[in-house]
């Protein structure tokens, strides 16, 4: 008999309308979860929830700008009032910019940490009293190798956000312990998605990067979902705090 390992959860997934968040939201569907897929893409979000229906698993779409508070506690109690539950929080959405620094604006810097730093602490503080009056839950934030790199890939902003989600993910990890909430941190590589495409249909300095990777190929969405439904599972119950890389090997030193 098929062992679903989320039967029974219910999980917030930001970003769910495509991408990485998108997988996140298949996968854990397969897994029996409930998903709240959260997004601020309506249609992508729509086209999300049909497939995961239409392969016997059950979602709710709901719109929301993550970079307004007033969005995130609206979207928190959505998923609540539907579901009376709420044990997985995955923080996935997130802007990039590839301007170089001297060329970063107000509005440029404003709008990346808005959405990537921000609207990861507003689901971080709306979720958690839903969280705590299920019983516990585990919350997986996304940073990216960027952010302890200090890669010329993405812009300063993306790269400060990224490593904000790391200080988040350890505070929170501490702080809400006592509640039976664990709280870990995934750090991508390179990974094929809309964020990640230069305009062209292809993913930016797609050739030199594989060049870089030891395992010779940049990551699909499925590598993230995959690491991260170990990291809400039962398996990984005695791991908070943490942050896991997930690049192919590509920071192994003299690789």
């Known amino acids: 008999m098929e062992c679903k390992r989320l039967l029974g959860d219910v999980a917030a997934v930001t970003g769910a309308a495509s991408g990485i968040g998108k997988q996140i939201a298949l996968t854990f569907a397969r897994e029996g979860a409930k998903v709240a897929c959260f997004d601020i893409n309506k249609a992508g979000l729509d086209a999300t929830v049909a497939e995961i229906a239409a392969n016997g698993g059950e979602a709710i779409a709901v719109e929301v700008d993550q970079s307004d508070s007033t969005q995130v506690a609206a979207a928190m109690k959505k998923a609540w009032d539907e579901y009376g539950k709420i044990s997985i929080l995955i923080n996935c959405a997130a802007a990039i910019n590839y301007k170089p620094l001297q060329d970063t604006s107000d509005e440029d810097w404003n709008r990346i940490m808005s959405i990537n730093a921000n609207g990861y602490f507003f689901c971080l503080r709306e979720v958690y009293p839903y969280m705590k009056k299920s019983g516990g839950g585990r919350i997986v934030q996304f940073s990216s190798s960027t952010a302890l790199s200090g890669s010329g890939f993405a812009n300063i902003a993306y790269t400060a956000s990224k490593a904000a989600a790391i200080g988040m993910s350890k505070h929170a990890a501490g702080l809400w312990a006592k509640d039976n909430i664990r709280v870990n941190t995934i750090c991508p590589g390179l990974t094929e998605t809309p964020i990640t495409d230069s305009g062209d249909g292809k993913v930016k300095d797609r050739e030199a990067h594989e060049k870089a990777i030891p395992l010779g190929r940049i990551a699909r969405p499925e590598d ?7 990291l809400v599972s039962d398996e990984s119950r005695y791991i ?16």
């Open 224 to 230: 993230m979902a995959d690491v991260v439904l170990f």
């Open 240 to 255: 908070t705090g943490a942050t896991i890389h997930v690049n192919g090997g590509k920071y192994i030193y003299g690789s």
